[in-house]
């Protein structure tokens, strides 16, 4: 079964518009942190963003937000104002810890390829 | 602080050709990891090192498949013999991991692989 869902295998927004990637999850582990990572076509993975399962406000970072909604599993990332740098894939991951075990496990959904049109 | 370092960036070689890649993970941090990240697709874990010994290489074909980290600090993935399928792009990430489910991972700018 597949612990990260990314249904949005391609999107497109204008320049300076606001958009949402989504992201859903399956875990039964209590803890576990929720990331955003930006992919450009140069191939390095870029952090965005990060959300605990137990962070009571949603997290910000610039013109990234997450809307997390934790009785639902989602975990979406709105990117504010849109920039033509922002084209790229962006992979949503999550981090569990593994029960009995000193190690968390990180696991990356698919993708969506978000391209910003001017 | 220097990030992760990996090397080579590019690498093309044929079918049945032995290949290895480094990487230096961020100094200090504990947890090193290498992913395979097919074109179109996310990252896949291969294996995730704690210090220098292995927690999880549940996905690594260890047929032909090997990596080692000496002494908790830089790591060596390799392959022999290659398969076209082999064809990615090889992350490497490190994580300080004191903070259990909050840690950040940071990658390396990755080795492309191209088998012929």
């Known amino acids: 079964a597949q612990k990260i869902t990314q249904t949005q295998p391609g999107m497109f927004v204008q320049e300076k518009e606001a958009v949402t990637l989504d992201c859903t999850y399956d875990t039964s582990d209590p803890s576990y942190g929720l990331f955003w990572y930006k992919q450009p076509s140069s191939g390095e993975m870029i952090f965005l963003i990060y959300?605990?399962?137990?962070?009571?406000q949603n997290a910000t970072e610039g013109r990234y937000s997450l809307n997390f909604q934790k009785a639902r599993k989602s975990a979406n990332l709105v990117i504010s104002a849109s920039q033509l740098g922002d084209s790229a894939m962006y992979f949503c991951?999550?981090?569990?810890?593994?029960?009995?075990?000193?190690?968390?496990?990180?696991?990356f959904g698919p993708g969506t390829s978000l391209s910003v049109i001017p | 602080e220097a990030g992760v370092a990996q090397s080579p960036r590019y690498k093309i070689i044929e079918k049945r050709q032995s290949v290895a890649f480094w990487c230096n993970p961020i100094?200090?941090?504990?947890?090193l990891y290498w992913y395979q990240q097919i074109l179109g697709q996310g990252p896949k874990l291969l294996i995730q090192?704690?210090?220098?010994?292995?927690?999880?290489d549940s996905q690594l074909p260890k047929d032909r498949f090997s990596a080692e980290r000496l002494k908790g600090v830089d790591s060596t993935l390799k392959i022999q013999p290659a398969k076209l399928e082999d064809s990615a792009v090889y992350l490497c990430?490190?994580?300080?991991?004191?903070?259990?489910?909050?840690?950040?991972?940071?990658f390396g700018p990755g080795t492309r692989l191209l088998v012929l």
């Open positions: 959300q605990g399962s137990y962070d009571q």
């Open positions: 991951a999550m981090r569990e810890g593994i029960a009995q075990t000193s190690y968390d496990k990180v696991i």
């Open positions: 100094s200090g941090h504990a947890t």
């Open positions: 990430a490190s994580s300080l991991d004191l903070d259990r489910g909050r840690e950040t991972q940071y």
């Open positions: 090192f704690q210090n220098n010994g292995v927690v999880d």
